[in-house]
């Protein structure tokens, strides 16, 4: 079936360091791909989609690069904040059925 | 712009008990969506509902009964809480259009005693 693979479930930085968070995915067709980004007592909202293979998305600094050969969609920030930290989420929308299915998730802390 | 509303923020309930959810929007959007989210899991498919009166099972309906009262309200009853169970509740709205954005309340957290 569909799936959505994120082995990070703790990532944490120091102020300007790299990000870099695994997401893999698992479908027929070509799905639309999503980082939402979620902070504390908020509900999750969209930082970036894409909706073709081979292209990049990017907001706020983040960016993604739909790799249909390899299926990930990881996300990279080049210099992180503490205003970064927050719940990252890795999603797919099926092509037919617009359904959105979710990895469980990468809790970022990013120190001072 | 708009924004989704859910009530309570936070619900504390019995064993056995059925528990309400609710939420507005004021998007217009005619899609909206529950879901829930555990602690280290990603969000999973309650229901939907297309338009007004209309619902559709997620993948973790079982459980759980929603009602589509109008456009703008979407309610979702834990039939009977299960003891210790702890989650919190994310109601969401878009267009019907399937490339649409799906936007996000702040969600209701669930203690069950």
């Known amino acids: 079936g569909d799936s959505v693979i994120q082995m990070q479930g703790q990532v944490t930085l120091s102020e300007n360091d790299f990000l870099f968070i695994n997401c893999t995915y698992s479908?027929?067709?070509?799905?639309?791909l999503f980082w939402y980004v979620q902070y504390s007592g908020e509900g999750p909202q969209l930082l970036l989609q894409?909706?073709?293979?081979?292209n990049k998305g990017s907001s706020r600094g983040f960016e993604a690069t739909y790799d249909k050969g390899t299926t990930s969609f990881h996300l990279q920030k080049t210099s992180v904040q503490e205003i970064d930290s927050a719940v990252y989420y890795c999603?797919?929308?099926?092509?037919?059925?617009?359904?959105?299915?979710f990895g469980d998730g990468t809790v970022l802390t990013v120190k001072p | 712009g708009g924004i989704i509303t859910q009530t309570p923020k936070f619900l504390i309930g019995q064993e056995g008990q059925k528990l309400t959810l609710k939420c507005q929007q004021n998007f217009n959007h005619d899609t909206m969506y529950w879901y829930r989210q555990d602690s280290g899991k990603g969000l999973r498919l309650i229901y939907y509902?297309?338009?007004?009166?209309?619902?559709q099972k997620g993948d973790l309906s079982e459980g759980y009964d929603a009602s589509r009262e109008k456009k703008s309200s979407f309610s979702l009853t834990v039939t009977s809480a299960q003891k210790n169970e702890m989650a919190v509740f994310l109601c969401a709205s878009s267009t019907p259009d399937w490339w649409d954005t799906q936007y996000f309340g702040p969600g209701t957290r669930l203690l069950v005693l």
């Open positions: 999603a797919m929308r099926e092509t037919n059925t617009g359904k959105l299915t």
């Open positions: 894409v909706t073709t293979a081979n």
């Open positions: 479908t027929t067709g070509y799905p639309t």
């Open positions: 509902s297309i338009t007004e009166n209309d619902l």
